[in-house]
């Protein structure tokens, strides 16, 4: 619940917004009542990016073509939908440094690891010998992403418009060229 308020004035206000005063009094509680859930600021903008992280995947999951003709597009698409939807949370999942030593680190290699294994499996039905998957699977998921990541950010600062082409357009010439084989 403390996460969900959180979330909830991210989306609205920004992550200045995000006090743990202000997460305790729209649940009508005390502020030394979310430290016995949350350590200070920094414990709660990490619980809000690992359950951003967690949404993400399960969303990209959920909405995966992978073995269909569309291969790739759908988890890129909800990837592109949730940072659009949800620019604050996706700055704070992917731009913002928090004060928590590797706590920051380990969430973001989790939400990674999940998309080396979709890559490694796809490799793997393609055929790719064990070795070469390897080697080349965490490249060919860091390129992937880096691309994906470009886009959805260009897209959320609004910088599109200078390719004079819809956001579809530019997924599909993306995956055409850098989605994992």
Request: charged share 20%; net charge negative; hydrophobic share 45%.
């Amino acid at each position: 619940m403390i996460v969900e308020v959180a979330v909830r004035l991210l989306k609205k206000n920004g992550l200045d917004s995000v006090t743990i005063r202000r997460v305790a009094d729209c649940l009508g509680v005390g502020a030394m009542t979310l430290y016995t859930y949350v350590d200070g600021q920094d414990g709660l903008r990490l619980a809000m990016t690992q359950h951003g992280f967690d949404l993400l995947s399960s969303g990209c999951r959920a909405a995966s073509t992978l073995g269909t003709p569309q291969g790739w597009l759908g988890s890129a698409q909800h990837y592109l939908r949730f940072a659009i939807e949800n620019p604050h949370l996706y700055k704070l999942m992917f731009a913002t440094e928090i004060d928590s030593g590797e706590a920051d680190a380990q969430i973001l290699n989790r939400g990674f690891e999940g998309l080396i294994e979709r890559v490694r499996e796809e490799m793997a039905a393609k055929g790719v010998p064990a070795a070469e998957i390897n080697r080349s699977a965490l490249g060919v998921a860091g390129t992937y992403w880096i691309a994906l990541h470009g886009l959805a950010s260009l897209a959320i600062a609004g910088r599109l418009g200078v390719l004079k082409s819809d956001l579809d357009a530019l997924l599909n010439h993306m995956l055409e060229r850098v989605a994992p084989t």
